[in-house]
């Protein structure tokens, strides 16, 4: 079965720093990766994907992530953090029949300092 | 377009009621999830359906029935309740173009006590 790991529970950094958050699956298949986040108290909102084609991809609030096949990494980064970016991060892999469910790691909780 | 909703948005249940949290989509998704999160563990599937008649069991099945007789409709049956199951429940549905899978929607929670 397909599993994700995302390094480090809680991650802190300071308002315009960068932020890396690490992500790495095990799949013998090549995966559907995606990054969503939670905002407290809320539902999850997809920030990107990787299905086929350019490795680095681009989603939204200046986010982005490069999927390495040699690395089995997805890790997600955004140049500059703001305080809005204050949330929980998850990482998931596709699973199941032609790719249907997701399973998701255990998250990263960012936390942003002015 | 209301999307992915949810309820009830919160439930409160005595040890061994069964209950049904409803899920329903308008966006002519032809997959739907369920998935319950628990502090610390992420979000966990529980059961997942490709299309109307079909349903597969996710990694936490036991304790929890499903059916899907609508594109639209995807509840989540707990058969007897237990304090185990208290956690937040998120349905979400999605769709395939050209063989490529979308990514989820997901509904904004049900939120559930079992006392």
């Known amino acids: 079965a397909q599993s994700v790991t995302q390094l480090g529970s809680h991650v802190s950094v300071s308002e315009g720093a960068l932020v890396l958050l690490r992500c790495n699956y095990s799949?013998?298949?090549?995966?559907?990766l995606f990054w969503y986040v939670q905002y407290p108290n809320q539902g999850l909102q997809l920030l990107l994907k990787?299905?086929?084609?350019?490795?680095l991809v681009k989603g939204i609030n200046g986010f982005e992530a490069e999927f390495k096949k040699s690395e089995t990494s997805f890790h997600l980064t955004k140049p500059s953090a703001h305080m809005s970016d204050a949330a929980e991060y998850f990482c998931?892999?596709?699973?199941?029949?032609?790719?249907?469910?997701?399973?998701f790691g255990k998250g990263t909780t960012l936390s942003v300092s002015s | 377009n209301a999307g992915v909703t949810q309820t009830p948005k919160f439930q409160v249940l005595k040890t061994g009621q069964s209950m049904t949290l409803q899920c329903a989509q308008d966006?002519?998704?032809?997959?739907m999830s369920w998935y319950r999160q628990d502090p610390g563990m992420g979000l966990r599937l529980i059961h997942y359906s490709v299309g109307a008649g079909i349903t597969d069991q996710g990694e936490v099945p036991n304790g929890y029935n499903v059916s899907r007789s609508t594109t639209e409709d995807f509840p989540l049956r707990l058969l007897s309740a237990a304090p185990s199951q208290t956690s937040v429940y998120f349905c979400?549905?999605?769709?395939?173009?050209?063989?490529?899978?979308?990514?989820?929607?997901f509904g904004s929670g049900t939120r559930l006590t079992v006392v």
């Open positions: 998931a892999v596709s699973e199941g029949q032609a790719g249907t469910a997701l399973i």
């Open positions: 966006m002519n998704h032809e997959y």
């Open positions: 799949s013998s298949v090549p995966p559907y």
């Open positions: 990787y299905t086929t084609g350019a490795t």
């Open positions: 979400a549905s999605s769709y395939s173009t050209g063989g490529v899978f979308g990514g989820y929607t």
